[in-house]
């Protein structure tokens, strides 16, 4: 063996470099990474809390385009946009790492807040205004699919494996309490300023601080440690981050058929989406207009509900961690299933009624909604693990999450609410085949994970 042969051999043998995980790095990121998803959840819900104002500021109803731009596109863009975003990014984080995304969809997110806060009205620069929201929304929604995807596998990689249920969680925490944030900016602008003032220039408030805290975010987030790079330091090192082989039987550590896991992840976070939407975005408006509640009431009535469900969240991310994960995702699947029927029809003219019907739903909304992030990073690999996610995640949320308002809306315009309901329970029942078919694998070591 020559030398150069030698010096080849041992330099291959060599153990991998690796940087120690630093706790405090850790946390650092974990809070770096919540304050921005936070955010990206706050600029995507502000949107759909001003568009009567938007719509009379950038379109034109007596303009065909911009009236079919107004009726098919701004409100349904995104949402086509997202499983796409999910995809490429996706695919991006396994290769070049999820910090990397994570802080590129935080300026794309960004920047389509700057673009809608400082659009020009129709009336100014007519159907480009109308063009230039539109852009807007596409590149966030292209940047929410890749945000939401990454965000999910990061946070479950630097989780602590024995509390990765209760770390996860906090990403669902972000969609409610972005929304939270929204509904409550909103009430507080429509309350200080006039109609006229909110109209001109008062709905203009919202994106363009989202964008100045983004800042904020865009600083946090720079200084993240990288999560692939913990996962594969487990599997470098041997140093385990979670349970090894020896705690699981055969069955949960035997890899399931690619196409089976995507399926299962599909229909678990269908579930989600379809009760989710229609918890915090449609049963509000079915309040108003079919119970003839009080419009300020329901508002309020959800925003109180949607706290509820932040603590809920919380709740059963503690619960996967001590009980383990299928169990809190059948009370999830089988509790939405069952209540759903019976609390719509509970909801009547007073606020009460809307408060605590929906506190309900998402108690139990959120026993799966908390445990889509650490239930996606123990079903997929570390290496294929966030386009994985990108394209189950964000695809099941665009043909659940995007249709079931409209399904909820149809159902009680052709006379049967009934049918709506029916909607959800399918979703649940599809939910549930999930949960039979995924192992238990709650706080193993991710890097074993095949």
């Known amino acids: 063996m020559t030398s150069t042969t030698a010096a080849s051999t041992a330099e291959s043998q060599a153990p991998v470099a690796v940087v120690p995980l630093d706790r405090r790095k850790q946390r650092k990121s974990f809070v770096a990474s919540t304050i921005g998803q936070l955010l990206e959840w706050y600029e995507w819900g502000v949107y759909a809390v001003f568009a009567p104002q938007i719509a009379a500021a950038l379109f034109h109803t007596q303009n065909q385009v911009s009236a079919l731009l107004s009726t098919f596109g701004v409100f349904a863009i995104g949402f086509l946009f ?135 975010a865009l600083y946090l987030r720079a200084g993240m440690i990288e999560s692939k790079d913990l996962v594969e330091n487990s599997r470098v090192t041997g140093k385990i981050n979670g349970l090894d082989a020896s705690h699981f039987p055969a069955a949960a550590l035997r890899p399931l058929p690619k196409a089976v896991s995507i399926v299962a992840i599909f229909f678990l976070v269908s579930g989600v989406a379809a009760s989710n939407y229609t918890w915090t975005s449609y049963v509000s408006t079915f309040a108003v207009t079919q119970r003839k509640m009080e419009a300020n009431g329901a508002y309020w009535a959800l925003t109180a509900a949607l706290a509820v469900g932040i603590l809920s969240l919380l709740f059963w991310g503690w619960a996967s961690d001590r009980w383990g994960r299928k169990p809190v995702l059948y009370i999830f699947a089988i509790g939405v299933a069952v209540t759903q029927y019976p609390l719509m029809a509970l909801i009547d003219q007073r606020p009460w009624t809307l408060f605590v019907t929906t506190s309900i739903a998402l108690f139990f909304l959120a026993a799966g909604a908390g445990l889509l992030t650490s239930v996606m990073a123990e079903t997929f690999p570390t290496a294929a693990r966030t386009a994985y996610i990108g394209f189950a995640y964000s695809l099941a949320t665009a043909v659940f999450g995007g249709t079931t308002p409209y399904v909820n809306q149809f159902a009680v315009y052709i006379g049967a609410p009934w049918a709506s309901n029916a909607w959800i329970v399918f979703a649940e029942l599809l939910a549930l085949w999930a949960v039979w078919r995924l192992p238990e694998r709650k706080g193993i070591d991710l890097h074993i994970v095949k």
Do not use: C
């Open 82 to 216: 997202r499983p796409l975003g999910g995809i490429v990014f996706g695919r991006i984080a396994d290769r070049r790492g999820r910090k990397f995304v994570l802080v590129t969809t935080m300026l794309m997110m960004a920047g389509g807040s700057v673009l809608i806060g400082l659009v020009p009205t129709y009336g100014t620069i007519g159907i480009a205004a109308s063009g230039l929201l539109l852009l807007a929304r596409v590149v966030q929604g292209f940047a929410h699919g890749g945000e939401s995807a990454a965000a999910n596998s990061y946070i479950a990689e630097i989780a602590p494996a024995g509390r990765r249920g209760l770390w996860g969680s906090t990403v669902f925490m972000t969609i409610f309490g972005g929304s939270f944030i929204a509904f409550v900016l909103g009430g507080a602008i429509t309350g200080v300023l006039s109609k006229p003032e909110v109209a001109a220039w008062g709905w203009r408030i919202p994106f363009l601080l989202g964008a100045v805290l983004a800042l904020v």
